[in-house]
T-cell receptor, first 113, second 115 residues
Framework: GEDVEQSLFLSVREGDSSVINCTYT??????LYWYKQEPGAGLQLLTY?????DMKQDQRLTVLLNKKDKHLSLRIADTQTGDSAIYFC?????????????FGAGTRLAVHP | SAVISQKPSRDICQRGTSLTIQCQVD?????MFWYRQQPGQSLTLIAT?????????ESGFVIDKFPISRPNLTFSTLTVSNMSPEDSSIYLC????????????FGPGTRLLVL
């Protein structure tokens, strides 16, 4: 996953907004994704954005895509303790006849009172 | 989306033994994938399992160590063979619901500890 990079840790106060950032090197990906992993659980697909979009909003989640800078961000409004988890950025890569996900290292979000 | 289950959810195994992990989906899917997540790490694709053909392995993973079966459109197994402590990881299966849909949904994972 070295071509998808994320900061490893983010701490926010409950009720504030969280912004998790991701950069990638390959601009050919058609889709970019955010997955959430809670302790002891699998990966939950949070949202995704198509490469021809700049922004996508889904309730408390806002995804921003800057294709020029190859930068993706996930903003969580009104962050709650239940949002504490690891957030993975991923891009799709078509290789060998199938789509493969390339993941970043994950950002651990800690929400404190 | 789809309901994806994995068995076992966790296991503790002795080195040198093998473990077969099952992945079941509640609908027919074209592509199934197996990932490994080593402790504190991100996910790495092991192989892609397409029904009716042999699995396609990523660099660094071989069939003798991680044999995969895909007997039908709703089921797949991954075997971790001749285990060592370095195989201690979470193993996750994922599915692509429609061919070319480019969105993958994950199972809950199997947590494996090798002693």
């Amino acid at each position: 996953g070295e071509d998808v990079e994320q900061s490893l840790f983010l701490s926010v106060r409950e009720g504030d907004s969280s912004v998790i950032n991701c950069t990638y090197t390959d601009s050919s990906s058609t889709y970019l994704y955010w997955y959430k992993q809670e302790p002891g659980a699998g990966l939950q697909l949070l949202t995704y954005i198509f490469s021809n979009m700049d922004m996508k909003q889904d309730q408390r989640l806002t995804v921003l895509l800057n294709k020029k800078d190859k930068h993706l961000s996930l903003r969580i409004a009104d962050t709650q303790t239940g949002d504490s988890a690891i957030y993975f950025c991923a891009r799709i890569m078509f290789s060998g006849g199938y789509n493969k996900l390339i993941f970043g290292a994950g950002t651990r979000l800690a929400v404190h009172p | 989306s789809a309901v994806i289950s994995q068995k076992p959810s966790r296991d503790i195994c002795q080195r040198g033994t093998s473990l077969t992990i099952q992945c079941q989906v509640d609908s027919q899917v074209t592509m199934m994938f197996w990932y490994r997540q080593q402790p504190g790490q991100s996910l790495t694709l092991i192989a892609t399992a397409n029904q009716g053909s042999e699995a396609t392995y990523e660099s660094g993973f071989v069939i003798d160590k991680f044999p995969i079966s895909r007997p039908n459109l709703t089921f797949s197994t991954l075997t971790v063979s001749n285990m060592s402590p370095e195989d201690s990881s979470i193993y996750l299966c994922s599915v692509e619901l429609l061919a070319g849909m480019e969105t993958q949904y994950f199972g809950p994972g199997t947590r494996l500890l090798v002693l």
